[in-house]
């Protein structure tokens, strides 16, 4: 089956360094891509989201680059904190009624100080 | 106040048990969903409810029932509980099952089936 996928499980940079956590999907036909982080003991939270038809998006020191030529998704944190220590996670859906968000496997950031 | 509320948090029993998790979200959203993840952190969809008619009902055993007695509730019942069942189960809502929604997720219910 068709699933959403990260290159890598961890992932470990310095305060103030930024980071890029990537994902690679394989169904050309998803409409749209949300990034959530997920504390622990806690349930994932929406970082940003991106429609299909653009290829970058920009939130506060987040961004969201969408390439569908290769179908590669990442997730650009700017001047990373402590507090962005967590797993996250891309998802994908088609936008049709009755489907549902499908996870990536995750990418533990670990921020050290 | 709390969007997508479960309980329990924490829940242990035996093997051969039934429970119940419940899931309440106050966002008036249309749709409800329950995912399960497991000790490697891999998030799986098992079922969907829109206004309380199921529509999502993933390859899952069913020993799992959810009910839903209206829009704002979704609930998942577990029959004669095994090992494997252990996992932390999270609600999730989104204000329509049109697809492209944002979904707002509960705290989890992680369960330990002994």
């Known amino acids: 089956g068709e699933s959403v996928g990260l290159h890598l499980p961890t992932l470990s940079v310095q305060e103030g360094d930024n980071s890029i956590i990537n994902c690679a999907y394989s169904?050309?036909?998803?409409?749209?891509f949300i990034w959530y982080k997920q504390e622990s003991g806690k349930g994932p939270q929406f970082i940003i989201d991106?429609?299909?038809?653009?290829d970058k998006r920009q939130g506060q020191r987040v961004t969201v680059l969408l390439n569908k030529t290769v179908k590669h998704l990442s997730l650009q944190i700017a001047a990373t904190q402590p507090g962005d220590s967590a797993v996250y996670f891309c998802?994908?859906?088609?936008?049709?009624?009755?489907?549902?968000?499908?996870f990536g496997k995750g990418t533990t950031l670990s921020v050290s100080s | 106040d709390t969007a997508v509320s479960q309980t329990p948090k924490y829940l242990v029993t035996q093997m051969g048990n039934d429970k119940s998790i419940k899931c309440e979200q106050n966002?008036?959203?249309?749709?409800m969903y329950w995912y399960k993840q497991d000790s490697k952190k891999f998030l799986k969809i098992m079922f969907s409810?829109?206004?309380?008619?199921?529509?999502i009902n993933e390859t899952v055993p069913n020993r799992f029932s959810p009910k839903s007695p209206d829009k704002a509730h979704l609930n998942l019942h577990i029959n004669s509980l095994e090992l494997g069942d252990s996992a932390v189960y999270f609600c999730?809502?989104?204000?329509?099952?049109?697809?492209?929604?944002?979904?707002?997720f509960g705290a989890g219910s992680r369960l330990t089936v002994l």
């Open positions: 999730a809502s989104t204000p329509s099952d049109s697809g492209a929604n944002v979904l707002t």
């Open positions: 169904n050309s036909a998803s409409d749209y």
């Open positions: 991106i429609r299909s038809n653009m």
């Open positions: 998802a994908e859906i088609t936008n049709q009624a009755g489907t549902a968000l499908i």
């Open positions: 966002l008036g959203h249309d749709t």
């Open positions: 409810y829109n206004n309380k008619e199921l529509i």
